[in-house]
């Protein structure tokens, strides 16, 4: 089957998403950043602190299966609109629990928070729909490159009193006029609309395509290095506050480790183009490997914590892009959405263990026993990878399926 051309100006389309998606993360920065804080200042304390964001990454797995099936019979742009519209909802919910000290109001903000962010997730494959077979990939990593909005108006938002003179009031209004704005950008956006014949996805066809070697470790690559980012961002932020490093300065390390997620993005498509996605995602596992095993050899080195940081968004960039085209470029047409939603289902769920994970493993094993477990489980990917590609080349040379969906305007 035959690309379907490409909407007319694709290219601003492409960067319209590209920035939603670097909003939508810039959201996400503010939470990550102020929702433990101001769960403890309303009342709650030790591994309460982290149930908010532990319920966005629940509601993100939630919401990416249901807002999948939605965009199947509706189209993505409504979905997206809807999802921009819960996430203004999102910051005014977050508002008022900063202002009635309300713990129910802010788990009903990052509930809807992880909402909007699992429709933003959809964004880099909203794009592949846009491009030219050459250049899909660097076109997703694109989007992802959005994100290094984040690393600028995300931390900023989270410690400058800008639309409040409360701190955290102000950050949660700054959530929701980012909303706002991604409902702009999508509005403007011309999407293609992508079905999918019911009758074409069996389940057997499914399971099929989701035990095939490079959807497989494309798809453990992706989640995993999404958990195990969850995980250290979060506990590092802990450590380096057991250490007494006060919030500006934690603000400003995961200032730089949200820079180092995103910015290499700008670049990773045509790595990924010219060395290929499973070299590019298997080193993106090695590099976290490798800055786990360093930081845990010395867990009270504050400034090794501090560049540690941005080795972690560095290698969770390489997972996250490099994986996740594993799967959509391997991905039959017919099965194009099914997979995506697939895809996002898995790394929502290993980001959730990741939110919820940092409390107790601090707390029993303390940082350094963070950064083991993490070096353990990469061992483990590393592990399955080579055995993937063992497989694959005793396997007689196949025509690869093309990774173009099925798609009308």
């Not at 509930?111 to 794009?127: D, H, K, S």
């Amino acid at each position: 089957m035959s690309d379907p051309a490409p909407p007319p100006r694709a290219g601003a389309s492409i960067a319209k998403l590209a920035l939603a998606n670097g909003l939508s993360v810039s959201a996400a920065v503010i939470s990550v950043t102020a929702s433990a804080l101001v769960a403890r200042r309303i009342g709650w304390e030790g591994g309460l602190t982290t149930v908010p964001y532990g319920l966005q990454f629940l509601s993100l797995l939630i919401a990416t299966f249901l807002s999948a099936r939605l965009m199947r019979r509706i189209g993505r742009k409504p979905v997206f609109l809807a999802a921009a519209a819960i996430g203004v909802a999102g910051g005014a919910l977050g508002y008022a629990s900063v202002i009635w000290s309300s713990p129910l109001l802010l788990c009903l903000a990052h509930i809807a928070l992880g909402i909007q962010l699992a429709n933003g997730n959809f964004y880099r494959f909203a794009v592949l729909e846009l491009s030219s077979p050459a250049k899909k990939a660097q076109a997703m990593s694109l989007v992802v490159a959005g994100g290094t909005f984040a690393a600028i108006i995300g931390p900023y938002l989270s410690r400058q009193a800008v639309f409040s003179a409360d701190v955290f009031a102000s950050a949660y209004l700054g959530v929701a006029l980012l909303a706002v704005v991604i409902g702009g950008l999508i509005a403007t956006t011309p999407l293609v609309r992508v079905t999918e014949a019911p009758a074409s996805v069996s389940k057997s066809d499914m399971i099929k395509a989701l035990s095939s070697g490079p959807v497989l470790i494309g798809m453990a690559i992706a989640a995993l290095g999404y958990g195990v980012m969850n995980l250290l961002m979060i506990s590092a932020s802990l450590a380096l506050d057991g250490l007494g490093c006060g919030f500006s300065q934690i603000s400003y390390a995961i200032q730089w480790h949200v820079l180092a997620m995103f910015l290499p993005s700008l670049v990773m498509g045509r790595i990924v183009a010219r060395f290929g996605a499973m070299p590019v995602a298997v080193t993106g596992v090695v590099t976290i490997l490798l800055g786990a095993i360093v930081t845990w050899r010395d867990p009270l080195n504050i400034p090794l914590i501090e560049k540690f940081l941005i080795l972690l968004g560095l290698g969770w960039n390489m997972t996250y892009v490099a994986g996740s085209f594993l799967v959509a470029a391997n991905a039959r047409a017919e099965h194009a959405l099914a997979m995506q939603a697939s895809n996002d289902v898995a790394i929502g769920i290993f980001a959730m263990i990741g939110a919820f994970l940092p409390g107790p493993v601090m707390a029993i094993w303390g940082w350094a026993g963070a950064n083991a477990l993490v070096a353990a489980a990469m061992l483990g990917l590393i592990a399955l990878a080579l055995m993937v590609q063992l497989s694959l080349r005793m396997r007689p040379e196949q025509t690869p399926a093309q990774p173009e969906p099925t798609a009308r305007k």
